[in-house]
């Protein structure tokens, strides 16, 4: 079945520094979705990129889709205590329009800021 | 309006016990899904109702865990003979439209499981 991995498992940064996470699917998907999820907290949908190549931003989060739509990264600019959370990112089983509604997430990327 | 609710928050149960969690989709939702997220991991889906009917129920691990939506609203995830290994946060979903890949699900607070 299809398989989304994600690095770097663990990230710790200062406040103020960039951030980047990478998300390589074993298929190509239909789209990739981003989530946050705050510790103890559930995922928060952020973003959904469909098209090869997109480029979508949120204020200080960049998140980009690949040309071959088999891998995905979300960037953030200076970091904030606020951005603190596991990033995952997920994506649809199967292809699009063939009833893909289950999702397959990574494992996450744990992200701590020091402040 | 009202995101997706799940009853209770916390459940802690012995092995070999019968559970039901409770999940409320946000009203309107056609999809629901239930997915287990166990420490350190993502998600993992479980099933997806379409309407009342379970149209995927490939993720269920084995025929201990079962799940119904009678009124196409409320679903109710239920654990026969609970095992030490079900611990985990039981996160339920839902989204506006049925079966399509590109519909935005809502996750809910989740219920934390700890058998004993």
């Known amino acids: 079945g299809q398989q989304v991995m994600q690095i770097p498992q663990y990230q710790h940064v200062q406040e103020g520094e960039d951030f980047t996470t990478y998300c390589n699917s074993s298929t190509t998907l239909s789209n990739i979705q981003w989530y946050k999820q705050r510790p103890g907290g559930h995922p928060v949908f952020l973003i959904q990129?469909?098209?090869?190549?997109e480029v979508k931003k949120q204020k200080r989060l960049t998140f980009q889709f690949g040309e071959a739509k088999k891998n995905s990264s979300l960037h953030i600019t200076a970091t904030q205590t606020t951005d603190v959370g596991t990033y995952f990112c997920a994506g649809p089983e199967g292809d699009s329009g063939a009833g893909s509604y289950q999702l397959t997430f990574g494992k996450g990327t744990k992200l701590s800021v020091i402040p | 309006g009202a995101g997706v609710s799940q009853t209770p928050s916390n459940k802690v149960t012995e092995k070999g016990k019968y559970v039901e969690l409770r999940c409320d989709p946000i009203?309107?939702?056609?999809?629901l899904y239930w997915y287990r997220q166990s420490l350190g991991q993502g998600p993992e889906f479980l099933i997806y109702?379409?309407?009342?009917?379970?149209?995927?129920d490939s993720g269920l691990p084995n025929d201990r865990f079962f799940a119904v939506r009678p009124e196409g609203s409320v679903s109710t995830l239920k654990i026969q003979r609970t095992e030490r290994g079900d611990s985990a946060v039981y996160l339920c979903a839902s989204s506006l439209l049925a079966g399509t890949s590109t519909d935005t699900q809502y996750f809910g607070p989740g219920t934390r499981l700890t058998v004993l």
């Open positions: 990129l469909v098209k090869s190549g």
């Open positions: 009203s309107g939702h056609t999809a």
């Open positions: 109702f379409q309407g009342t009917g379970a149209a995927d």
